[in-house]
């Protein structure tokens, strides 16, 4: 059975708050607003077309690979999504995993559902 990867990710408003985190996979974007939010579905900020799916899932990759926790131009497709969602926050990557694309959306909420790791805010300060 073929696995899918997927990134996590915290936006952060400009006071240096959480307003909300996102698990991005191809053609499955997941939105939750806080931690007792309900979790909502996206995908649609995004047409998901073959190109843009493996443009996705290279970028997790690249996330992963580098370490990079802040999100930016480098990873056009991951930040062009994040954007849509929140254009004033930034958005930070807090984590990566696989899941089987058959429960994908199951598994991903389940994702969203554990507490995020923590990041540091703006100040610095955790």
């Known amino acids: ?3 899918v990867a997927f990134g996590r990710f915290t936006l952060i408003d400009p006071h240096g708050d959480s ?6 996979a191809p053609e499955c974007v997941l939105l939750q607003r806080g ?3 309900r ?5 649609y900020l995004a047409l998901w077309s073959a ?9 997790i990759a690249t996330l992963t690979r580098v370490g990079s926790i802040a999100v930016n131009s480098t990873t056009p497709e991951v930040y062009a999504i994040l954007r849509a969602i929140a ?16 429960f994908a959306r199951t598994s ?19």
């Open 1 to 3: 059975m073929a696995a």
């Open 19 to 24: 307003v909300g985190d996102v698990v991005i």
């Open 35 to 37: 931690p007792s939010g």
């Open 39 to 43: 979790v909502r579905d996206v995908s």
């Open 51 to 59: 190109a843009r799916m493996q443009s996705v899932a290279d970028e």
């Open 87 to 102: 254009p004033v926050a930034a958005p930070l990557f807090v984590g990566a995993g696989r899941c089987s694309r058959r």
């Open 108 to 126: 991903l909420k389940a994702a969203l559902a554990r507490p995020a790791p923590r990041h540091h805010n703006a100040a610095g300060t955790r």
